[in-house]
């Protein structure tokens, strides 16, 4: 009896969704946007998740970075503590320092200029250029394009560039830059190669990587801020964990620095782990929001779900009087009712299954990411929109469950 309840019930949801199109498509409408937003934030999340887990693994997840302070420290000098105020500027004595560790395979000190590049009266926004050596993309991770990276004889100072394509094109178009003379903050450099950097959705358009140039040129060459501008990029040897060799590299810094124990560090380190924590907090504190609104949303849908419910209780209150006198329990009507909320609630949640599913693709092209709709968030979607039903279906069906049979029949 139970299973043809469930199948009347579902037959005449569907038939109320047919014979009254505007009506139920209002509705179920909350139940769709808000099952649509919650896929959507889940797509964004997820992608935004995974390209920062890519990122990372081409770095290396024990690759971490020495600075002056963490970028989480106030960036105006005047705010900043005195005991950071004080700390002294990383240098060649700090990189020598993390190279004697033995269980480092790789460590260089990098500059962050912040220029303007030009070629032929073309001239771009300021953009990043990293003055590194020629183990940035070992790094960094990248793919050189065409062209070469840096010799040893060019790493003593020479005026070369290699560009990021997308720098490369807006300077040059479909022109070959290959051994074209470009001026970056005004100096001017040789390309020497194009290469394509790993894709980074947080990368702000002013802060955009667009090229790479030599360690010692970027230090004698250009102007730069010491305070931030100076970090050390830092990889253990195989099998060395990032616990164990950011442990040695800070009592490596600290006896280079002559710090008693007791004294504060003097410099900060930036771990892939730190990196992932941020990323994770900012995307759950967005997706909790995004979970928020859409609960206001499902909230209207289910508050509309119950008055159409109550609505058809009315309407159809002779035919549960006849139902009621032929033998229907009030289980068997109080089934009926649910079953039918529970479905218009699940065709809601479809369509916001299938409009999510749309927006993800809208924002894998838009946003250029990998955003792709977890199976888990359909699963959830499918779930809470039978949930509402039921939820905001009680109190109908129970209405319909509790009349009297003689007063049903009655009703006109």
């Known amino acids: 009896m139970i299973f043809h309840n469930f199948d009347e019930g579902v037959r005449i949801a569907l038939d109320a969704l047919r014979t009254n199109k505007l009506r139920s498509a209002l509705t179920i409408l909350g139940v769709v946007i808000g099952v649509t937003t919650v896929m959507a934030m889940a797509s964004i999340v997820q992608g935004v998740r995974s390209q920062i887990f890519n990122t990372i693994e081409v770095a290396g997840p024990t690759t971490f970075y020495v600075v002056r302070f963490f970028s989480q420290t106030p960036l105006n000098p005047d705010n900043l503590p005195y005991e950071v105020r004080i700390r002294p500027v990383l240098d060649r004595d700090d990189l020598d320092a993390v190279k004697r560790v033995s269980e480092i395979g790789y460590a260089g000190l990098w500059i962050q200029l912040f220029e303007r590049l030009e070629y032929r009266g073309v001239r771009t926004q300021t953009m990043t250029i990293f003055a590194a050596d020629d183990r940035y993309m070992d790094i960094q991770g990248g793919t050189l394009l065409s062209g070469r990276f840096f010799s040893r004889a060019e790493l003593a100072g020479r005026d070369v560039v290699v560009l990021e394509t997308l720098a490369a094109e807006r300077l040059f178009g479909s022109r070959d830059p ?178 999510g599913l749309s927006a993800g693709a809208l924002l894998k092209h838009t946003l250029g990411i990998s955003a792709e709709v977890p199976l888990w968030s359909a699963v959830l979607a499918t779930g809470v929109s039978v949930a509402i039903g039921l939820v905001f279906g009680i109190y109908p069906a129970n209405r319909a469950a509790r009349m009297d049979p003689v007063e049903a029949l009655r009703h006109e």
């Open 178 to 355: 290959l051994g074209e003379v470009i001026r970056i903050g005004g100096k001017a450099l040789t390309v020497i190669g194009v290469y394509q950097k790993p894709e980074n959705i947080f990368e702000p358009p002013s802060q955009e990587t667009a090229g790479i140039i030599p360690y010692e040129t970027g230090r004698a060459k250009f102007r730069y801020d010491e305070t931030n501008a100076l970090f050390i990029a830092v990889r253990p040897k195989p099998g060395v964990p990032a616990d164990r060799a950011q442990d040695l590299v800070t009592v490596a810094l600290r006896r280079a620095r002559q710090l008693r124990p007791g004294i504060p560090n003097t410099f900060d380190l930036i771990s892939q782990d730190q990196i992932l924590e941020m990323v994770n907090d900012l995307t759950s504190v967005f997706f909790l929001i995004m979970v928020a609104l859409s609960s206001v949303a499902l909230m209207v849908g289910g508050i509309g779900v119950m008055a159409i419910m109550m609505v058809s209780v009315t309407d159809r209150t002779r035919e549960i009087g006849i139902r009621k006198a032929v033998g229907a329990t009030r289980r068997e009507i109080l089934w009926q009712f649910l079953v039918e909320a529970a479905t218009l609630t699940l065709v809601g949640g479809l369509l916001g299954i299938a409009l």
